[in-house]
């Protein structure tokens, strides 16, 4: 091993000891720093834990207490190099170094300008030993007067960490859905165990975690139900919970305003990500490229990674083939459709959890009609509920039909012949509206948005594609189509229409969210 004295340099005096004269690797100059370190005399170590206790006691006028307590603890002074008029400070590991730099490197350098010399500038290095403890350091609790340390003193740290990550990003999980509350059978039960493992032993089982699923089957509840899992558990760590839309925007806001790495480095802090909708990092590929990264930080740390969508890793398009084989690492879990039983299940849990009851046969009767969406099976409710507190009157079959038909659904005898040629239980045709709510739910866009006349490549997708399925499935004449989006004229719409049938024959996204709309119509 290499060390000072292979470049006949005294260790005596160390200090005038010049390491950037010299291309050096870093570990070759932390072994040097040691080999310093062992031979410096009391008079030295202890002009080192002055230097330190000064830099502490001007990081407390302007720092917080227990982020001092916290992060440098173990940090001290190691060398000083008066010729390149650097202060070389240790840190015992990688984490607090990257804590050291993000909170305090600013106001260390200010101390030592202000305290040791005004030219000087300050180099962290890294060296596990250090973790033990040294000579040179000094005790913080002293510096700072605080007569009592508390145990969970590192947890009150993560949870100002978790307060200001929770800030920034501004997704909050939601108390209600819990893994109790989520009722579980033949459709979901893997991804439902997945689920439970992945939120007992995080970044252990099942990383990273892809549940997938069409719209309204219980995603988004298993996602919030593991971060909030993970919250009660174990409280130290942070869980962030992202829609695609907010991650693509943080992304982009990072990269327009030169602050991708401070957006890095919060993602640094997260212990738990989970990323709902991730499909919709299709052809953003400057997101696909950031993501990558962030997932391989995660992968390579053993942090824990849980990933939505509503189709498998292989049929992602316009997704890089890497991200895709990363994303199928893990678990892969699919969320079907419920069956019968289940779900008058999930109405009597969902009744149970208001404090509602309701006569059998009226579950049986929404359970009957609405099959592949468990969302509605909830706005259902909602809707009797409502009927029945506004009315002051006792539920009939009829205000159960009437709850159905708002929904879009056809029932009884009021099914028209447009409707039969669906099913006799399916979404109506004739209720546009209600497409129209679906296909903004499936883009994680508002209904404002596709009637506007906004020109994001996703939402004219999604408006031409809506154009089309009016025309070809509903009758609309060209004219009603176009007053319903923004006032288009009739030639305007006829682009659309014939763009969109194009882009559906070369296409492979296009052609798969078209069918997707019209299997929904034709279920």
Same mark, same amino acid.
């Given at each position: ?41 009391? =008079? ?64 260390? +350098? ?22 033990? @403890? ?35 990003? @501004? ?32 970044? =252990? ?51 327009? @305003? ?181 296909? %903004? ?12 006349? %906004? ?15 009016? +025309? ?52």
């Amino acid at each position: 091993m290499e060390t000072l004295r292979d470049y006949n340099v005294s260790i005596l005096n160390p200090q005038c000891f010049n390491i950037q004269r010299y291309n050096l690797s870093n570990n070759l100059i932390v072994t040097m720093l040691l080999d310093m370190v062992d031979q410096y005399d009391e =008079e030295k170590k202890a002009l080192f834990r002055d230097m330190r206790e000064k830099i502490i006691r001007h990081l407390a006028v302007h720092e917080d207490q227990k982020k001092i307590l916290s992060f440098l603890c173990k940090v001290g002074i190691v060398n000083v190099d008066d010729h390149e008029k650097i202060v070389y400070i240790w840190v015992p590991n990688e984490f607090v170094l990257t804590q050291a730099k993000k909170f305090f490197a600013k106001t260390i +350098k200010d101390a030592v300008n202000e305290s040791y010399n005004p030219q000087y500038t300050i180099k962290f290095v890294v060296y596990a030993k250090f973790t033990n @403890g040294s000579d040179l350091l000094v005790d913080l609790k002293k510096i700072l007067n605080v007569k009592e340390i508390k145990a969970n003193e590192a947890v009150q740290v993560k949870n100002w960490l978790k307060s200001e990550l929770t800030n920034y990003f @501004g997704i909050l999980f939601d108390p209600k859905f819990t893994f109790d509350t989520f009722i579980v059978g033949s459709h979901n039960n893997i991804a439902f165990s997945a689920a439970k493992a992945a939120a007992e032993h995080p970044g =252990e089982a099942y990383n990273p975690l892809f549940m997938y699923g069409n719209v309204g089957l219980g995603k988004t509840h298993l996602m919030q139900a593991i971060g909030n899992e993970i919250i009660s558990k174990s409280p130290e760590k942070v869980v962030v919970y992202l829609p695609t839309s907010k991650l693509v925007d943080e992304i982009v806001t990072g990269v327009r @305003g030169n602050k991708l790495s401070s957006l890095l480095k919060k993602f640094d802090e997260v212990d738990v990500l989970l990323i709902d909708d991730i499909q919709f990092i299709a052809d953003k590929d400057k997101t696909q490229e950031i993501f990558h990264n962030i997932f391989n930080d995660f992968q390579m740390k053993k942090k824990q990674i849980i990933l939505s969508s509503d189709r498998p890793p292989k049929e992602l398009m316009h997704i890089e083939p890497r991200l895709k084989s990363r994303f199928a690492l893990g678990l892969v879990a699919d969320i079907q459709a419920p069956d019968f039983e289940t779900r008058i299940a999930i109405l009597q849990s969902k009744l149970q959890v208001i404090g509602e009851e309701m006569d059998f046969s009226f579950l049986e009767l929404i359970a009957k009609h609405v099959k592949d969406n468990v969302r509605e099976l909830e706005w259902a409710l909602n809707i009797l509920i409502t009927r029945k507190k506004v009315l002051h009157a006792d539920l009939t079959n009829d205000d159960v039909y009437a709850c159905l038909k708002t929904l879009g659904y056809a029932v009884q005898d009021d099914i028209t012949h447009k409707e039969m040629a669906v099913k006799s239980n399916s979404k109506s045709l004739q209720n546009f509206s209600h497409l129209v709510e679906m296909v %903004a739910q499936y883009y994680n866009l508002s209904v404002n948005e596709l009637k506007s006349e %906004a020109r994001r490549k996703e939402v004219t997708n999604a408006r031409q594609i809506l154009m089309l399925i009016a +025309k070809r499935n509903f009758g609309r004449t060209l004219e009603k189509i176009g007053d319903y989006f923004w006032g288009k004229g009739h030639a305007a719409v006829i682009y659309a229409i014939n763009n969109i049938e194009k882009k559906c024959k070369t296409d492979q996204d296009i052609s798969h969210d078209y069918n997707v709309f019209i299997d929904r119509l034709e279920k």
